[in-house]
């Protein structure tokens, strides 16, 4: 069954391309890379957004609210109508993110959209449908924003409580709504800058501490779609 549950605490930085290769001289000797990237290359990710008509779930987002949640459609790189894609709730409360998920065909997930008809699939868990279908009426939801970002990806050796994801080239746009389309759009982040996040629910590991002190690196409150939305408020 394809289903993925995470209980976690996310943290943001934005590196520089300096601050990229230096600590990839070091993450082999304490993490593993995901297998999605071949050879160290990078792999796409692609996500649909979903909010309602006046784009309530961001702006309350934005507002760093105690809970916060939102839905998104996500694939691995530009994929066809017969491609497995995840239909994904991300709820924060108190600092700590819970993540669930499960798999749809891609025609089904946008028949779903049009019509709110659940589809059958055997790849489907239906708890995690039920509440993701919950939220979908409660509020109303349709897909509203492409976002999509090219991305390295590490495990912590023995200890899968530790990831790192490390993301740059990210691509947003509001036309041409679908994951069978190729990634493309407005940048949001400047040349030479990457957004790491690094997530566990336990303590960072001591090594990636002295990592980020050593650099002088600082935590952000950095958004994909939060930085999207504000960029097109500039532009309406």
């Not at 530009?78 to 499960?102: I, M, W």
């Not at 993301?167 to 041409?176: A, C, G, L, S, V």
């Amino acid at each position: 069954m394809a289903i993925e549950v995470f209980n976690r605490r996310e943290i943001k930085y934005l590196l520089t391309d300096d601050d990229k290769n230096a600590l990839l001289e070091i993450i082999g000797n304490y993490m593993d890379s995901d297998p999605y990237n071949k050879d160290g290359q990078t792999y796409s990710i692609c996500n649909l957004y979903l909010d309602t008509v006046a784009d309530e779930l961001i702006i309350k987002s934005l507002e760093k609210p105690e809970f916060k949640e939102k839905i998104r459609l996500r694939s691995y790189g530009t994929v066809p109508l017969d491609a497995t894609v995840y239909l994904e709730s991300k709820k924060k409360f108190d600092g700590v993110v819970n993540k669930r998920r499960t798999a749809f065909k891609l025609q089904d997930a946008y028949t779903y959209f049009e019509t709110g008809t659940i589809p059958q699939n055997e790849k489907m868990n239906h708890q995690v449908m039920k509440e993701i279908d919950y939220i979908m009426n409660f509020y109303k939801l349709q897909p509203k924003v492409f976002i999509s970002y090219d991305r390295l990806a590490f495990f912590e050796k023995n200890n899968s409580d530790f990831r790192l994801t490390i993301d740059k080239n990210i691509q947003t746009r509001r036309t041409d709504l679908r994951l069978d389309s190729p990634a493309y759009g407005t940048q949001l982040l400047p040349p030479g800058k990457w957004l790491m996040e690094a997530k566990a629910f336990k303590a960072f590991p001591l090594w990636f501490v002295h990592f980020l002190s050593e650099r002088k690196i600082y935590s952000t409150s950095f958004s994909k779609y939060g930085a999207e939305y504000n960029l097109y408020k500039q532009t309406k």
